[in-house]
């Protein structure tokens, strides 16, 4: 024989002494349970939300970073350049100054020579 802890009515459901309290515990137990799910899912969701959001603003502070490095080592390259430029220049302009002055000492001295030869010839043709 089934012993029935409860009874249906036309309109309503008849429960034993205590049973209600047990299904209202029960109840509780289970929506307790399906509350701390939906909770943690939902944090879940928060967390992975707010590190995708950090990481993907490390990445624009990195990338914000190494252009900024990038642009200044471009620029001392190029300030680099630059100088080895008027370097080089300076150079080929003092090279070509000592050159034109040495040709005119050349030039200069064989004038004198040019000229103490002459006259040391003119000088020998008048004692002959």
Excluded: N, P
């Amino acid at each position: 024989m089934l012993v029935y802890f409860w009874q249906i009515g036309k309109t309503k459901v008849f429960l034993r002494t205590g049973q209600k309290a047990e299904l209202d515990t029960r109840r509780s137990e289970v929506l307790g349970r399906l509350a701390s799910i939906i909770q943690r899912k939902i944090h879940s969701y928060l967390a992975r939300k707010s590190f995708i959001m950090r990481r993907r603003s490390a990445l624009q502070i990195q990338y914000v970073c190494k252009g900024q490095l990038a642009r200044k080592i471009y620029d001392g390259k190029r300030k680099e350049a630059t100088s080895l430029r008027i370097q080089r220049h300076l150079r080929m302009h003092l090279a070509r100054k000592a050159y034109k002055d040495i040709c005119l000492y050349v030039v200069s001295i064989q004038m004198v020579m040019r000229g103490w030869l002459h006259a040391m010839s003119y000088a020998s043709e008048g004692r002959q």
